[in-house]
Nanobody, 121 residues
């Protein structure tokens, strides 16, 4: 069993900051990539930011310069520092991990339960 548990969401005023944290636990052999997605009301889920085991990062254009993703490989943890938040950042944020449970299993996608981020204007 693998679990991804997110924390750190909440309500913040525009211009404020929040930090999301996600910890992966359970039967994990290796994690190749971790990332954050979000789903806003009446919109499709979109990639916010991702980071691989080597530290390469990828960001949605809408968050570049405001959000920073980081990772602690030893703790199977990924963080998302969100600064200069805007009302349009309001969404449920989901943690994602591509990981293997054994040395010879393929990478599978795992998801957290989601955490609400609400930015008021």
């Amino acid at each position: 069993q693998v679990q991804l548990v997110e924390s750190g969401g909440g309500l913040v005023q525009a211009g404020g900051s929040l930090r999301l944290s996600c910890v992966a636990s359970g039967s994990i052999f290796s994690i190749s990539a971790m990332g954050w997605y979000r789903r806003a009301p009446r919109k499709q889920r979109e990639l916010v930011a991702a980071i691989n085991s080597g530290g390469w990062t990828n960001y949605a254009d809408s968050v570049k310069g405001r959000f920073t993703i980081s990772r602690d490989n030893a703790k199977n943890t990924v963080l998302l520092q969100m600064n200069s938040l805007k009302p349009e950042d309001t969404a449920v944020y989901y943690c994602n991990a591509d990981l293997r449970t054994t040395w010879n299993s393929g990478d599978l996608d795992y998801w957290g339960q989601g955490t609400q981020v609400t930015v008021s204007s």
